[in-house]
């Protein structure tokens, strides 16, 4: 099956500042890569997604890179400010199978 | 007012008994999910069905089953036989495709007593 690597496991930055969190994934046939944001005790929710035939998205200070050659994918923050401070996981969704597999997860914290 | 629903939000479990939570969505989707949520240990897949009267067993369904007897209801029931089952539980949805994201409901958080 599918196999999701995630890092770092926890990042802390100073408000303003850029944050980037990393996944890797094993099998070649996966072809949606999510990422969700979970605040404490609230369900997890997705920020962003990219499809395997994308390279790169961008929405407002997020955006989400694909290198398919390498199976890896990244999270990028921009401007970040405290309430962006969660822990954000990412996810790959197999096609063979139709699940999705979840990274361990990034707990975020931006400092004021 | 659509969505995926969880309930009860906390539940409390003397050891050995088994529990039922439950998951209902009126969002018509075919996929549903079940995941538990241990600190440092990320989303595992429990259960998961995509279609009525089917589902298959996740990464770690030793100690859980399920059924899918309605579109919109996968109950979990955590039995006796589950070791660990202190944990926040969470259910989730998906429409049938490959590009579509999982809607998550609030998550149930069991606690053996």
């Known amino acids: 099956g599918e196999n999701v690597e995630q890092h770092p496991s926890t990042l802390s930055v100073q408000e303003g500042d850029s944050a980037v969190i990393k996944c890797t994934y094993s099998?070649?046939?996966?072809?949606?890569f999510p990422w969700y944001k979970q605040e404490l005790g609230k369900r997890p929710q997705l920020i962003i997604d990219?499809?395997?035939?994308?390279g790169e998205k961008k929405d407002q200070r997020i955006a989400v890179t694909l290198n398919k050659t390498a199976k890896h994918f990244s999270l990028h923050i921009t401007e970040t400010q405290p309430e962006d401070s969660a822990v954000y996981f990412c996810?790959?969704?197999?096609?063979?199978?139709?699940?999705?597999?979840f990274g361990r997860g990034t707990q975020l914290t931006v400092w004021p | 007012d659509g969505g995926i629903t969880q309930s009860p939000k906390y539940l409390f479990r003397k050891e050995g008994q088994n529990v039922t939570l439950s998951c209902e969505q009126n969002?018509?989707?075919?996929?549903m999910y079940w995941y538990r949520q241990d600190p440092g240990q990320g989303l595992r897949l429990i259960y998961y069905?995509?279609?009525?009267?089917?589902?298959q067993k996740g990464d770690i369904a030793e100690g859980y089953s399920v059924s899918r007897e309605k579109k919109e209801s996968f109950p979990l029931t955590v039995t006796s036989a589950q070791k660990n089952p202190t944990a926040f539980y969470l259910c989730?949805?998906?429409?049938?495709?490959?590009?579509?994201?999982?809607?998550f409901g609030q998550g149930t958080r069991l606690t053996v007593v």
């Open positions: 990219i499809r395997s035939n994308v």
């Open positions: 996810a790959a969704r197999s096609s063979t199978l139709g699940r999705l597999y």
């Open positions: 969002l018509n989707h075919d996929a």
């Open positions: 989730a949805s998906s429409p049938t495709g490959m590009n579509t994201e999982a809607f």
């Open positions: 099998d070649s046939a996966s072809n949606y």
């Open positions: 069905s995509q279609i009525v009267n089917d589902f």
